[in-house]
């Protein structure tokens, strides 16, 4: 059997109106061959694939529903039927697949149910969420619906969109915002576009919260090392809390340095755990964060440590 | 399938997989080995305040995990050891228990 790369897998979510098809148009340029989309619209009928259609090799859209509840069966059996055709040779050189979520879903749960296929897992590796905010709308989105809470806080990236139609003290006042929730903002450049699927430096693109950040009874932390990690220990550790607490773990990222083995890059979702990856970028930087709903964020990083004195 | 036993050979867990370059004079049989022996340590370190232990069975494939009264489970992996450790305390083995970790934060001074 042919051995084949995985796919790297972009999840763009924001709320209703935030801009993410937009967002998605310019990362496909002129025209992305290696990319395929899935589409998820709330309303029966959508216009997207209208929009992105001749952009990129394929997309399939899945209407009439969220992606991260009733819909989630068909965004899978949507990225089976790409993933069928891509290993059939009919999508040429495909290498990424981009979920555009609907406004109101959530993308974790649609992570979350990717990490656990059978089949899929074996096929896609996740390369970054990334949540569109809008700098009109965004700071009120935020105050009052919990769906764009949720969004902000899956981000790996948040892209602020409509900041030229915004007063900079609107832009200023979100950022503020979004740095209240633990989230790292990026300014929108024309550089960031097609850089937004780019297979490369997934690690130095991830948006990290710094440590103590919380909104509500969400917590992170950010945990730093100086030192190596006993590996064993850590796998013990981590299978367990993701055992214990997956439903809190709204997200585990990062870079650990394993004893003996080099930087190895950690990604959760809930109870889903990405295969952890040995990388050989030395300049990542070393640090674990953690972002949870009902923990205690020093709890967590006590646990961590005291796992490690009993390797 | 294993040609000898007859066990159904599944995926190996994240945490049990060989990530990296071997080390120097080390088979990656070796290190796995010398892995799940520190893992089997550890393991009965987070499971003794739960009043259970574990160890590996003969064919160094699985564990078996097991309380005082002699009820044994006997698993794949650390996500099923989990699952039968929490039935087997009759409560969750939870890693932010101040208990397990007073414990554990002790476990240095205990050698």
């Not at chain 1, 074996?122 to 905010?133: M, N, P, R």
């Not at chain 2, 892995?35 to 494939?61: C, W």
């Not at chain 2, 969750?92 to 208990?99: A, Q, S, Y």
């Amino acid at each position: 059997m042919t051995h084949r790369e995985r796919l790297r897998l972009t999840v763009i979510t924001g709320f209703l109106g935030s801009g993410k098809t937009t967002l998605l148009r310019r990362a496909l340029g002129d025209g992305r061959p290696d990319v395929a989309v899935v589409v998820n619209e709330f309303a029966d009928a959508g216009v997207d694939q209208e929009l992105i259609g001749g952009a990129c090799a394929w997309v399939v859209t899945v209407s009439g529903g969220c992606a991260c509840c009733e819909r989630r069966e068909e965004v899978l059996i949507a990225l089976r039927q790409i993933l069928d055709a891509h290993e059939r040779g009919r999508l040429g050189a495909l290498r990424h697949v981009v979920i555009e979520t609907s406004g109101l879903a959530d993308p974790l749960p649609i992570v979350t149910a990717i990490t656990l296929d059978p089949v899929l897992r074996h096929h896609f590796k996740l390369g970054a969420v990334v949540t569109v905010v809008d700098a009109l709308d965004g700071e009120e989105q935020l105050a009052l619906h919990p769906e764009a809470r949720r969004q902000a806080l899956s981000a790996d990236r948040i892209v602020v969109s409509k900041t030229d139609l915004a007063e900079p003290a609107q832009v200023k006042a979100l950022e503020a915002k979004l740095a209240g929730l633990g989230v790292s903002v990026v300014t929108p450049a024309p550089e960031p576009w097609a850089d937004l699927l780019s297979a490369s430096g997934r690690h130095e693109r991830v948006a990290l919260p710094e440590a103590g950040a919380h909104t509500g009874n969400v917590t992170s932390a950010s945990i730093k090392f100086d030192q190596p990690l006993d590996w064993v220990a850590f796998g013990v550790w981590l299978s367990l809390l993701v055992h214990a607490h997956g439903l809190g773990l709204l997200r585990i990222k990062g870079v650990v340095p394993a004893a003996g083995i080099g930087s190895i890059a950690i990604n959760a979702v809930q109870h889903a755990l990405y295969p952890p990856e040995h990388i050989d970028s030395p300049a990542v930087p070393a640090r674990l964060v953690v972002i949870a709903q009902d923990l205690s964020a020093d709890s967590i990083t006590r646990s961590l440590l005291a796992f490690q004195r009993a390797a | 399938m294993c040609v000898l036993c007859g066990d159904l050979v599944g995926e190996v867990h994240w945490a049990e997989r060989t990530l990296g370059p071997s080390s120097a004079g080390s088979s990656d049989e070796a290190q796995r080995r010398q892995a799940r022996f520190k893992r089997a340590r550890i393991l009965n370190r987070v499971l003794a305040p739960y009043q259970l232990s574990m160890h590996e069975d003969l064919s160094g494939t699985r564990y078996v995990v097991g309380d005082r009264k002699g009820a044994q489970e006997v698993v794949r992996d650390l996500d099923e050891l989990w699952t039968a450790a929490d039935r087997l305390a009759h409560v969750p083995v939870d890693p932010l228990d101040e208990r397990l970790l007073a414990t554990l934060e002790g476990s240095s001074a205990d050698r």
